[in-house]
């Protein structure tokens, strides 16, 4: 009996400081963005809170985020409404040079983000040159890029979503009078809504937090927010940009928070 | 007057032909069994009269309307999945109301039908349930509401029965068929139960490899199956191959059976049914055909015993005795036993 209460113990130690060494760096960041210290030492000095003070006085960053807001928001739409549509073609047509297709939609997840940048930037500095006006650096650009590298993420997780719907499901609707339409909206779209959220969250969260493909479509007046940080962190390292993180963490975590109020996210993953 | 009438229906997948050329009128108010092993076409012939598979070649009539080239949800008629196919995410009140709602029927007037139809497989009470709250059994009351509750011309049944336990499967059909005949709905029902399909059917149909083997009434496919798939399929088990001569059937291993045949005819195969035969019995003349034979297996099925005996020339067949008379008969394996079939008992088959 004490075996197997030993080995209880055991496990869930072991599951414990698994979770622990995963989740350590969060929490350090969160950890320093307290301290008082100019420089990040340990121990430290003392806790302050004068970090977020700070944040109000730094335009740039409360700019940064914000457009970062808006490119990820526009870039997780419009990759939702191109991998449904896209899935829904997988899912339910044959028609040739399907499997080129899918194979395609999910390369970007292959090619080393920078790569991808890259061919981004390349691709559309000659356009500006064939075409007569600028492309780079603009909003647009930058959304479109950060739709590329988000789309295989939707086309993956809808498509998984829309292979689990039963296809008599389906069948019964029409078989009861439904149309195309009316299906999809009546019994489709209700059996994959946590597929279109965690699809949601993931090109979110993708869109969010890349610095790469960013990086080659920003102008120093318009920068996301991981630009913003590297920038910063190119000339010192301090508590500051632990309390940036910090919001971005909460950020985050609020949206996951959100999302599993309407769907629960354990049945999401 | 007939109201569903398939003519000439070819149905191909890439190169295979899964249904050949099939000819089939239903009556109004008729229900007919396909019966078949998987495979044999029945639910592929199901789909192209729902619409859901379009055929090749030939025509689907409804009601006197060639609807070949109409689209399923065009169609007036309401299929009941094998699987039930419920909505997961609808109440059991949605559900039966779906139809209703995509007939653009009023909000009234769908409550009243809905409740109705509930009442119809007496589920009044669950309308608030999803359809993971309810047991197998009720959701297939709930698909046969939903079905039932759009008034269709046609109600297609997709071996509804086949996820029940043995219990349930023979409440739930006695339940359709009362239904169906109250309602006087045509109805088509597929299955691969030939005891499902004896119950319940004003007609049976016989598919084999996409072709109809026999059409009849239950009791007509059940005494006179034609060929040995039908008779295999509706329970013979004793088959023996040879040759008529006049009356009499010569087995290839020379048997003589005599049969009630009463012109000469060429058939290659006769067929017995294992209740037929008689063990033992005191009047033996009357049987005109009787063997003696070694019993090679007793098997106890409850009602009855199952024996497996061997004739001299090395043929063996399953005889059906009643335990009852078992008891009072006994004798056990090795044994010479008598058996004896009446030449009426004698089914003549096509290969």
Redesign the interface.
Known sequence: MSQSYLSRIGSKLFILLIFGFITLPVFMVIWISFFKNQLIVFPPKGYSTHWYMQLADQGNFAMAFFFSLEVSLLAMIISLVLGLLSSLAITHYEFRGKQTLQTFLLSPLVVPAIITGIAIYIFLFKSENWLGFNLVPSFWSLTFAHVIITLPWTVRLISAGLQGV?R??E?????????KL?TFW??IM??IRPSLVAAGIFAFIFSFNNLEISLMLVSPRQTTLPIEILNYVFWKVDPFIAAVSTVQIIVIAGLMLIADRFVGLSKVF | MAEVVLNHVIKRFGNSLAINDLNLSIDKGELVSFLGPSGCGKTTTLRMI???LEPDEGDILIHEENVTRI????RD???V???Y?????MTIFENVA??LK??KVSKEETRSRVLEALSMVQLEKFGDRYPRQISGGQQQRVALA?ALV?NPRLLLLDEPLSNLDAKLRQEMRSEIRQLQQRLGITSIFVTHDQEEALVLSDRIVVLEQGEIRQIGRPQEVYDSPQSHFVADFVGVRNFFNGHFESHAFITNNGIKIFTDMKQKSDFKKIGIRSNMIVVNPNNKEMYINTFKVKVELITYKGTIIELLVLFPTGDSIVVEMPSEQFKQNTFSKGDQIDICWRPDSVLPLSS
């Open positions: 039963n008599s499901l069948e019964a609707a029409v078989d009861l009078g439904a149309s009316q009546y019994v209700p059996s | 729902a619409g859901f689209p399923a949800n065009k008629t309401a299929l999945f094998q699987n196919a419920l909505f997961p995410h779906f139809g995509m007939r939903r759009v």
